[in-house]
């Protein structure tokens, strides 16, 4: 099972600290990806880390801003997330590949496991 937390309402330019948190499981690392969906809009694709850690990907919009790192002791991805903006609102979701599949992957469909997301709300 995947649990994204870490969300919350914070002003532009803030900053906020997600985290995916695998349980079950937990016989082996998995390649995560980070996705976020805004209302009315489709979900997107925001970072990935393979299941090495040494591969990561960010989406244009994000980069610079946001960091993904593994927490391998406790089963967990984070994303850093710093200089939000308001079009940084969204639900972020993280998923998992399955384990035969290490890499990174941008593709919605890569991606086999999901985890309930986290609002985070960027506002003055």
């Known amino acids: 099972q995947l649990q994204a937390f870490g969300g919350g309402l914070v002003e532009p330019g803030g900053s906020l600290r997600l985290s995916c948190a695998v349980s079950?499981?937990?016989?082996?690392?998995?390649?995560i990806g980070w996705f976020r969906q805004a209302p009315g809009m489709e979900r997107e694709w925001v970072s990935c880390?393979?299941?090495?850690?040494?591969?990561?990907d960010y989406a244009d919009s994000v980069k610079g801003r946001f960091t993904i790192s593994r927490d391998n002791a406790n089963y967990a991805v984070n994303l850093q997330v710093n200089s939000l903006k308001s079009e940084d609102t969204a639900v972020y979701y993280c998923?998992?590949?399955?384990?035969?599949?290490?890499?990174?992957?941008?593709?919605?469909?890569?991606?086999?496991?999901w985890g309930r997301g986290t609002q985070v709300t960027v506002s003055s």
């Open positions: 998923a998992a590949r399955l384990f035969r599949y290490g890499g990174c992957s941008l593709s919605l469909s890569a991606y086999y496991y």
């Open positions: 079950g499981d937990t016989s082996g690392y998995y390649a």
């Open positions: 880390i393979s299941r090495s850690g040494s591969t990561t």
